[in-house]
């Protein structure tokens, strides 16, 4: 996926070059244009190439949703997909910071998280997402090269600004590991888990991050419908159900860039209950029944998107 994706370079408005370091840099929007099929490959790989991500008609008042779907929920979206390694380097203006996303994380395993998987790669090459608008200094670099325990000429890391095209779609793909990362928090059995389907709709990006970053998120908040495939006893699914949507969170009710605001930029005062699909549908399988909570709003995605 990673070569088709090199490949089509031109194609899919992409600029590939050699980091100082030796590892491949792919911009997907920085400066290249990047697009919409950019970004639905990249979430894609995200996953570790166990989930699909399309781009399909709406009949809402946005054009566009975005429906994903994962072989393997567990392995795809929390142990690749989510944004869980923090990488920093240097100080003051020139401090770069992000959260790598992708397989890279699953053979590096600095998280806590991948303990409780019981899972760690063994690839010789691997990829990572970085959710920036500036390329990684050679000290960011050189740490995932080392902990991944693979060449630089083996690590491709992709570029994806919050507000670009691709970017825009790379994020809001994240709608089914939004609701596992929360069924997790939980406390959610993980075995319990069997397949999972999701679907949001495409938020315009926004001219600077600050709006886009609440754009996405508000396209999971309010538009999100996130369904889960589980094998349980039915009061854990109900009881899923009912805990697993947004409206729950003390700060639902304003588009994310307002509770932003409202807490001083400050992303860790917010209530980590909010990041949550607008909707929860989880199926038990042994018993064959289907629990349901939560709501679209329709009104707040339009004062979010249209602001």
């Given at each position: 996926?990673?070569?088709?994706?090199?490949?089509?370079?031109?194609?899919?408005?992409?600029?590939?070059?050699?980091?100082?370091?030796?590892?491949?840099?792919?911009?997907?929007?920085?400066?290249?244009?990047?697009?919409?099929?950019?970004?639905?490959?990249?979430?894609?790989?995200?996953?570790?190439?166990?989930?699909?991500?399309?781009?399909?008609?709406?009949?809402?008042?946005?054009?566009?949703?975005?429906?994903?779907?994962?072989?393997?929920?567990?392995?795809?979206?929390?142990?690749?997909?989510?944004?869980?390694?923090?990488?920093?380097?240097?100080?003051?203006?020139?401090?770069?910071?992000?959260?790598?996303?992708?397989?890279?994380?699953?053979?590096?395993?600095?998280?806590?998280?991948?303990?409780?998987?019981?899972?760690?790669?063994?690839?010789?090459?691997?990829?990572?997402?970085?959710?920036?608008?500036?390329?990684?200094?050679?000290?960011?670099?050189?740490?995932?090269?080392?902990?991944?325990?693979?060449?630089?000429?083996?690590?491709?890391?992709?570029?994806?600004?919050?507000?670009?095209l691709a970017g825009?779609?790379?994020?809001?793909?994240?709608?089914?590991?939004?609701?596992?990362?929360?069924a997790h928090t939980?406390?959610?059995?993980?075995?319990?888990?069997?397949?999972?389907?999701?679907?949001?709709?495409?938020?315009?990006?926004?001219?600077?991050?600050?709006?886009?970053?609440?754009?996405?998120?508000?396209?999971?908040?309010?538009?999100?419908?996130?369904?889960?495939?589980?094998?349980?006893?039915?009061?854990?699914?109900?009881?899923?159900?009912?805990?697993?949507?947004?409206?729950?969170?003390?700060?639902?009710?304003?588009?994310?860039?307002?509770?932003?605001?409202?807490?001083?930029?400050?992303?860790?005062?917010?209530?980590?209950?909010?990041?949550a699909p607008a909707?929860?549908?989880?199926?038990?399988?042994?018993?064959?029944?289907?629990?349901?909570?939560?709501?679209?709003?329709?009104?707040?995605?339009?004062?979010?998107?249209?602001?």
């Amino acid at each position: 996926m990673v070569a088709s994706l090199l490949e089509r370079r031109s194609e899919l408005r992409l600029d590939v070059r050699r980091h100082d370091t030796g590892a491949t840099l792919v911009d997907a929007g920085i400066r290249a244009p990047g697009g919409l099929e950019a970004g639905r490959r990249i979430a894609e790989i995200c996953m570790g190439g166990l989930g699909q991500v399309q781009l399909t008609a709406s009949r809402g008042q946005w054009p566009i949703t975005l429906s994903v779907t994962a072989n393997d929920p567990v392995l795809a979206c929390l142990a690749s997909q989510y944004a869980g390694w923090s990488l920093s380097s240097g100080t003051g203006k020139t401090r770069f910071h992000a959260l790598g996303s992708g397989p890279a994380r699953a053979l590096a395993v600095k998280e806590a998280l991948f303990e409780e998987l019981g899972y760690r790669d063994q690839a010789s090459s691997t990829y990572l997402v970085l959710e920036v608008d500036r390329e990684p200094p050679a000290e960011v670099v050189e740490k995932v090269v080392r902990d991944c325990q693979v060449g630089p000429e083996q690590l491709t890391i992709v570029l994806t600004p919050t507000n670009s095209l691709a970017g825009m779609v790379q994020i809001i793909a994240r709608v089914l590991e939004v609701g596992m990362h929360k069924a997790h928090t939980l406390g959610f059995p993980l075995g319990a888990v069997v397949d999972g389907a999701a679907t949001a709709p495409l938020a315009p990006p926004g001219s600077d991050t600050l709006t886009a970053m609440g754009r996405s998120n508000d396209a999971i908040l309010f538009g999100g419908i996130v369904q889960l495939f589980v094998r349980c006893e039915d009061a854990a699914a109900e009881g899923l159900a009912g805990q697993l949507h947004s409206q729950g969170s003390r700060d639902y009710g304003k588009p994310f860039g307002a509770i932003f605001k409202d807490y001083g930029f400050d992303f860790y005062k917010i209530d980590p209950m909010l990041f949550a699909p607008a909707v929860a549908i989880v199926t038990n399988l042994a018993s064959g029944r289907t629990f349901r909570a939560g709501a679209l709003n329709d009104e707040l995605l339009m004062q979010s998107f249209a602001s």
